[in-house]
């Protein structure tokens, strides 16, 4: 499976930007379908967005649609997810995931490999 490590959170004020990176190793990072999961404090892992293998098919959170953006350069096997209009409900350890056989994009049990997380906080 593929190692992954997130970088690029930190503190940011409501209507802020941030970029999200995670770097991908030991696997081929074109055969992943790759997506971003959120968790707050107290609460459920969250969907973020994902994105398939080349780019061709994209899903978002529908809370996040218009403000995130993920992409992906699998040249440089790293997953990106650039965050705009900040706010405060988006503060969470924002994780991405790795998944090189079927099941749901928007169900975490459809990933095999998982980042440490970085934190997001956003401050009002």
């Known amino acids: 499976q593929v190692q992954l490590v997130e970088s690029g959170g930190g503190v940011v004020q409501a209507g802020g930007s941030l970029r999200l990176s995670c770097a991908a190793s030991?696997?081929?990072?074109?055969?992943?379908?790759m997506g971003w999961f959120r968790q707050a404090p107290g609460r459920e892992r969250e969907f973020v967005a994902s994105i398939n293998g080349y780019g061709g098919s994209i899903n978002y959170q529908d809370s996040v649609k218009g403000r995130f953006t993920i992409s992906r350069d699998n040249a440089q096997n790293t997953l990106y997810l650039q965050m705009n209009s900040l706010k405060p409900e988006d503060t969470a350890v924002y994780y991405c995931?790795?998944?090189?056989?079927?099941?749901?994009?928007?169900?975490?049990?459809?990933?095999?490999?998982w980042g440490q997380g970085t934190q997001v906080t956003v401050s009002s």
């Open positions: 030991g696997g081929t990072f074109s055969r992943y379908r």
């Open positions: 995931a790795g998944s090189n056989f079927g099941g749901v994009a928007e169900y975490a049990s459809s990933y095999a490999s």
